[in-house]
């Protein structure tokens, strides 16, 4: 398998992360996701906006323009010539000897990698999947796509040793996100999903559904906080992701949402998601 170093194309197996990378010995940097399909990338600008973004939380220095990640991306493609994909990116705040605050004269490291898309999750895709409520045990900048991801690991492998596919989790009694997904409800017809805030990433997908899928379907979306017992109350569930796509949530905490299968709502919104991609 191929990947990218600083702009060089690389095989992934070789010895490409040295000892003293901050990204590696702190979690000190940020990443993106992005999906291919049939040999391009989707919505890639958004994703890179969110990737300056997430930089200037960390005050890591941008060195690399909106064009130059673009023909890295065009070139793993090209290279590799996997045409449904998934490109991981990710930028660190460079190799120095470790110490906590931040090094002087320090200069960022970026590598990618190219994988196939997961067929595996194709299937939740169609039938739903299994959710459950774990706690939110993350630090409080959720918004920032940083390669700190411990508490979203253990949250979804405690979902997964329950038989789950994705854990939701709850802070203070709200339901923010899942570990790897945004998350939704459907309640009379209305869509409702946690507010934009440090507590959650602001989706690509989560946008999209917001600002243009439901838009375009007139159907009504709002940004407000939820609680558990609202959720159990709901006719319908899903998360959204850029691997995730739109995924129904059918069972949550083992108890049927809803009538126990893919609503209405959620499948129009997928639907119209899967025309966005073609
Ligand atoms: N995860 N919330 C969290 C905590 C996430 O990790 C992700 C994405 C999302 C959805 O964001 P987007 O729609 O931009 O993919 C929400 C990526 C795909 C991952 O970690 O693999």
């Known amino acids: 398998p191929i990947g990218l170093v600083d702009g060089k194309i690389i095989d992934i197996s070789e010895n490409i992360v040295p000892m003293e990378d901050r990204g590696h010995q702190f979690g000190d940097g940020v990443y993106e996701v992005t999906k291919v399909y049939n040999g391009h990338c989707f919505a890639l600008q958004p994703h890179m906006d969110r990737l300056y973004r997430s930089l200037r939380e960390l005050a890591i220095p941008a060195v690399y323009t909106y064009e130059e990640l673009t023909e890295f991306h065009e070139l793993l493609i090209k290279k590799s010539g996997i045409m449904d994909a998934a490109i991981y990116l990710q930028i660190t705040r460079g190799v120095s000897p470790r110490t906590h605050s931040f090094p002087e004269n320090v200069v960022p490291r970026l590598t990618m990698s190219i994988r196939p898309s997961s067929a595996a999750i194709d299937k939740n895709k169609a039938e739903g999947c299994k959710a459950m409520l774990i706690p939110d045990e993350r630090w409080l900048r959720c918004d920032i796509k940083s390669l700190n991801l411990l508490g979203n690991v253990l949250g979804k492998q405690k979902a997964k ?29 209305v869509v409702w999903t946690h507010p934009k805030c440090n507590l959650i990433l602001t989706g690509v997908t989560r946008t999209l559904v ?3 899928i439901a838009s375009d379907l007139g159907i009504v979306v709002v940004e407000k906080k939820f609680d558990e017992a609202f959720v159990k109350s709901a006719q319908e569930a899903f998360i959204s992701g850029t691997s995730t796509e739109i995924t129904p949530i059918v069972t949550l905490n ?3 949402v809803g009538s126990g299968s893919v609503g209405p709502v959620t499948h129009k919104i997928q639907k119209a998601y899967w025309m966005l991609i073609d």
Do not use: H, L, M, Y
């Open 161 to 189: 040793s329950a038989g789950c596919w994705e854990g939701i989790q709850v802070r203070d009694g709200i339901v923010t996100e899942g570990t790897s997904s945004n998350f939704f409800v459907v309640k009379d017809d």
């Open 254 to 256: 083992n108890q049927p």
């Open 210 to 212: 917001i600002e243009k």
